[in-house]
């Protein structure tokens, strides 16, 4: 194979191209779904594939297949020089790649039990007691339970015309449970998952009555707490909506792409103050286990920790190659793309905020009158305005440094840049605990996002 990719590579200089990368490779998932004590879905699915991406003339051209061999792999050679000539005339900003030395690596993910040596029987059990544990908790008013597990492995061959040739191997595993409870017209739904780039052994060390057990008794608790109230508060956010906020509302702002593009609010604020002193914002891809973790991006350049902001000060973006090329910076290693059909972009990995000096019980003591935030849902961040909206699963009141009255339904508000500012303490425990999938420009990827407790003078609330 080896050989194929490296004659198609050579092809493609042979046509005119200045710049060309091949990415091969194949994968395979199975999923289960348990609703209501049944079994919804069992699946098993598979891909493989290849994707040429080629710079001719200023422009990129890109052409992927299903198929691999020597025609298909011509073909796309064809394909892709052909869509580069036809868009080179009317390229405004000709394409540019950044030179990185050549790299020939084997590189795997660290796990301990291997996902698919585990009887199908045994990963359909697993999904059941999660199930089971949920509903148990109170058969009454729990009126609807779906529990998920995934697991999946995949293969690539990457090699580009500096010479570079990695070989990657990766499993990752992911379980979640959803619950709704009802009692008269009230009617509230919980959710948590857990993804790390790891084996069986996530299911292994997750106590079902912990984690299915705890998302339910959440629900069942919400149906007794108080609509929220709306205004201006002071407020503690939990790991959850940090995380949101920091991958949602400000991570993107940090993609070179969309700097370029004059789509975000941080553009031209390199070495500027854009949040409290004590906040400093990491994107880490090499954090073992963790869901965004890899080795190498989809462009070669290895992973490495980006301290997107230090003590408030923004320092650096992420960059694929072509985006550091154009910002005159090296790479570092943040080019990623959701499978052979698609180019690589800039993506985060696993985004958050790192820990302060503070404890929570400190935070909550020093808050007058204000509200304590946890368990963000989902988040909708207008990114070149910089505006965000989070909802919240639960708040509490707090009144005299004393946690109170209990809130479902919440929504908070604000400016990403304004709210960051408004930090005034970070609690010293880090959760990263959010892993998922990001979608940007129809791909999809593996992250994580997550962070400690943040104290903020100010942030609109409200709800229902």
């Known amino acids: 194979m080896q050989e194929l990719i490296e004659k198609t590579l050579q092809r493609a200089q042979h046509k005119g191209a200045q710049f060309a990368d091949l990415r091969i490779g194949d994968g395979e998932q199975t999923a289960v779904e348990v609703e209501d004590g049944r079994a919804d879905t069992i699946s098993h699915s598979s891909v493989s594939g290849a994707g040429l991406r080629v710079l001719v003339d200023g422009a990129w051209g890109f052409a992927p297949t299903n198929k691999v061999g020597t025609s298909e792999l011509d073909q796309c050679v064809d394909d892709a020089v052909a869509m580069a000539r036809t868009a080179s005339s009317s390229v405004t900003e000709p394409g540019v790649v950044a030179e990185v030395e050549p790299v020939q690596a084997r590189v795997s993910t660290t796990y301990g039990i291997d996902p698919s040596e585990v009887p199908l029987a045994?990963?359909?059990s697993a999904v059941f007691e999660l199930d089971q544990v949920a509903r148990a908790q109170d058969p009454e008013r729990i009126v609807n339970t779906v529990a998920v597990y995934a697991d999946s492995s995949a293969r690539m061959q990457l090699a580009n015309t500096f010479g570079t040739y990695i070989e990657y191997e990766?499993?990752?595993c992911r379980i979640g449970v959803v619950v709704t409870a009802q009692q008269g017209d009230v009617r509230q739904r919980t959710a948590d998952y857990q993804a790390n780039a790891v084996g069986y052994e996530l299911i292994n060390d997750t106590d079902p009555e912990?984690?299915?057990?705890?998302?339910?008794r959440r629900a069942v608790k919400l149906l007794e707490a108080a609509p929220p109230p709306a205004g201006k508060f002071e407020v503690i956010i939990g790991p959850k909506i940090c995380g949101l906020l920091t991958h949602e509302a400000f991570g993107h702002n940090c993609e070179a792409d969309a700097v370029w593009a004059g789509n975000s609010i941080l553009d031209g604020k390199i070495g500027e103050l854009v949040a409290a002193p004590m906040i400093t914002i990491i994107d880490d891809p090499t954090l073992p286990g963790a869901n965004g973790s890899y080795q190498y991006d989809h462009e070669g350049v290895a992973a490495q920790r980006h301290v997107l902001v230090d003590n408030g000060v923004l320092q650096t973006f992420l960059h694929s190659l072509e985006t550091a090329a154009r910002f005159g910076v090296e790479p570092n290693g943040a080019g990623r793309a959701g499978g052979h059909k698609s180019p690589p972009q800039v993506r985060m990995s696993n985004t958050f905020i790192a820990p302060g000096d503070a404890s929570l019980d400190e935070m909550i003591a020093d808050i007058d009158h204000g509200l304590y935030l946890?368990?963000?849902?989902?988040?909708?961040?207008?990114?070149?305005q910089g505006q965000f909206t989070c909802?919240?699963?639960?708040?509490?009141?707090?009144?005299?440094g004393q946690l109170g009255q209990h809130y479902r339904n919440?929504?908070?508000s604000g400016m990403t840049l304004e709210t960051l500012q408004g930090v005034t303490a970070?609690?010293?425990d880090v959760v990263l605990r959010n892993g998922g999938t990001c979608g940007k420009g129809g791909q999809g990827v593996p992250v994580?996002?997550?962070g400690p407790h943040l104290s903020i003078a100010e942030m609109v609330v409200g709800g229902q």
């Open 374 to 384: 946890k368990g963000g849902q989902w988040g909708y961040v207008f990114t070149a």
């Open 170 to 172: 990766s499993v990752r």
């Open 122 to 124: 045994d990963r359909v």
């Open 210 to 216: 912990e984690f299915a057990g705890g998302i339910a």
């Open 448 to 450: 994580d996002t997550g």
């Open 426 to 428: 970070v609690s010293d």
């Open 410 to 412: 919440v929504n908070i």
């Open 391 to 400: 909802n919240v699963e639960e708040a509490y009141a707090i009144e005299k």
